[in-house]
């Protein structure tokens, strides 16, 4: 081939390649904007909070203050730990939440959460108590949006509100990580306990000076579901019960959330009779696990099956 047709062929190697790559790069240009609509299309978001009122956030929040333990954890499993600006008096997980600022516990402190100007703020449901309408209005007058998330009683509900909360911080996809992880967990553990014979348990909740137990449609109640364990307590949410109540129902295990309680069963000679106090069988469960709405849901699990079968979950 001649000298002047292999430099032709050179240079129309040359456009050709140079025509694809411009091609690919403008491809890649198109697709990256493409994922950047998607990503900032979700905002504005409008969602309806436990108290069917609609907010909106016009962009991810950067400054957020969690008033529910459950919401707190739920934000760090979601990866939230440098938004977060302020907590409340009773968190205690993860480690990370003892080092921000708190705002209050049983009774919060508006003038501090409109001085931390937050651009969101996490409420609950079974806080209305302290943190009510009123106050509610009082942040949203200056321009804080509050968002109130359901007291869920079941775990769709629970999953529910961990989507809600991934929705508006932008992390819906740690949202959906986070529930598919907590549903593997429980296949795993009925799993584990499909063929252990079934238990009846009570859950003491309180004892001072009524005694109190978890009955029937209670977070702590489809716990007990999962690991094919009976509630003795057949009522629906929290009933009283009186230690003639209470003896009747001898349970096989009774739990306690909280240590004093175990001493007040145990102690008691009302109850010396019952099968669980006599075989042993009164347990301490961890409180925080068992009780709050969040991804910790297996470990609350795990710990009611270690106080039922010990023999499987402390293998």
């Known amino acids: 081939m001649k000298k002047w047709q292999l430099l032709s062929s050179a240079a129309l190697l040359t456009l050709t390649l140079t025509a694809c790559n ?37 962009k991810a929040p950067e400054r957020i203050i969690t008033l529910a333990p459950s919401n707190t954890e739920i934000l760090f499993g979601l990866g ?70 359901k007291d869920a009683k079941t775990f769709e509900e629970t999953y529910e ?31 584990k306990v499909a063929d252990l014979e079934e238990k009846s348990v009570f859950i003491v909740v309180g004892t001072d000076p009524d005694l109190y137990a978890a009955g029937e449609e209670t977070f702590i109640s489809e716990m007990l579901d999962v690991l094919n364990a009976e509630n003795a307590v057949p009522e629906l949410g929290w009933p009283m019960y009186s230690s003639e109540q209470f003896v009747n129902s001898n349970p096989d295990v009774i739990l306690v959330t909280y240590e004093n309680d175990m001493a007040a069963i145990e102690k008691n000679d009302a109850y010396a009779e019952m099968d669980a106090v006599k075989n042993g069988n009164v347990k301490l469960v961890d409180g925080d696990t068992t009780s709050r709405q969040g991804p910790r849901i297996v470990e609350g699990i795990e710990s009611i099956g270690a106080a039922i079968y010990p023999e499987v979950f402390n293998e």
Do not use: C, R, W
Not at 165 to 188: D, F, H, P, R, Y
């Open 22 to 58: 411009s091609e690919k790069a403008t491809d890649e240009q198109s697709t990256k904007g493409s994922t950047e609509v998607t990503e900032t299309a979700q905002f504005p978001v409008t969602l309806k909070d436990a108290l069917d009122k609609e907010i909106t956030l016009e």
């Open 80 to 149: 939230l730990n440098d938004e977060i600006i302020a907590v409340n008096d009773n968190d205690t997980y993860p480690e990370e939440a003892l080092t921000k600022e708190s705002v209050g516990g049983m009774e919060f402190n508006l003038e501090q959460i409109i001085s931390l100007q937050p651009d969101l703020v996490l409420a609950h449901e079974s806080g209305m108590y302290s943190f009510n309408e009123q106050a509610i209005a009082q942040l949203e007058s200056v321009g804080i949006p509050v968002f109130v998330v």
């Open 161 to 191: 509100t961990i989507e809600q909360i991934g929705q508006l911080t932008n992390k819906e996809q740690e949202a959906e990580k986070m529930v598919a992880s907590i549903k593997e967990g429980i296949e795993e553990i009925e799993v």
